[in-house]
């Protein structure tokens, strides 16, 4: 009864603490951080470029929302079989929480995605182009801002989790996984887009505020980085 708790031990505990064997292999570990920071960098920006390109009207949110879909399908497309195709902080959480990933590669994916979304943000500032603010609209207080940007995020990790069940069999090589993505991120973005903005990435809503914003970061940003992270928690453990 020993060995086999030490056998659990090893196998859960520490091989979603500690680097696994893949993750020690820096060839493949270095392709799988620069997937993440393109394909973070890639969705963020030309979503935010769709965004402010796009005339006001009432088609405006769905043409963005087609736009923000379509772009994050394409790039999981391009990179899910290098890195799973995360370019969400809080995919990458619920991941680690399912034990699909290390503690170490979830924080280096962290820092791709942060530095992705930095990019995307610091370029489109560069071209005069500002757009993808996420804030609180009129009529929505913070505890109910929470709650769609909680319940928007859980969907997605339901979603990138199903999709990526190797019980289900592995559907990342085929046009599946982006389908289910970018259809589920379109349907989120025409949900809430007139509520929250429809943020459901902290570092995407982060920077975006304080690069773009006329107020920069507001007290009631928390809501763009703990719901989705909260979720995360939930959705792993719940799935």
Avoid at 16 to 26: A, C, K
Avoid at 210 to 237: H, N, Q, R
Wanted: glycine share 10%; with cysteine; proline share 3%.
């Amino acid at each position: 009864q020993r060995r086999v708790r030490k056998q659990w031990y090893q196998r859960r505990v520490r091989g979603s603490l500690l680097p696994r064997r893949s993750d020690r292999q820096s060839g493949r570990l270095y392709r799988s951080c620069i997937a993440e920071l393109i394909g973070t960098f890639s969705y963020i920006f030309w979503g935010c470029f769709a965004q402010d390109s796009l005339s006001t009207g009432s088609d405006k949110t769905l043409a963005v929302a087609i736009a923000y879909g379509t772009a994050l399908g394409a790039t999981v497309h391009i990179f899910s079989d290098i890195s799973g195709s995360h370019f969400n902080p809080a995919v990458s959480l619920a991941m680690f929480v399912v034990q699909r990933i290390s503690l170490t590669r979830m924080f280096l994916y962290w820092i791709m995605q942060v530095l992705g979304a930095l990019l995307a943000i610091a370029i489109l500032e560069a071209c005069s182009i500002e757009s993808g603010t996420t804030y609180l609209n009129d009529g929505v207080n913070q505890g109910q801002g929470f709650l769609f940007e909680a319940f928007g995020t859980l969907l997605w990790v339901y979603v990138a989790l199903a999709a990526t069940n190797e019980l289900r069999g592995s559907v990342r090589s085929n046009i599946e996984y982006p389908l289910y993505i970018g259809m589920t991120f379109t349907a989120l973005h025409l949900a809430l887009e007139s509520k929250t903005g429809c943020g459901l990435n902290p570092p995407r809503s982060l920077l975006a505020n304080a690069f773009f914003g006329d107020d920069g970061v507001k007290s009631s940003d928390w809501v763009y980085v703990v719901a989705p992270l909260v979720a995360a928690i939930v959705g792993g453990f719940s799935y």
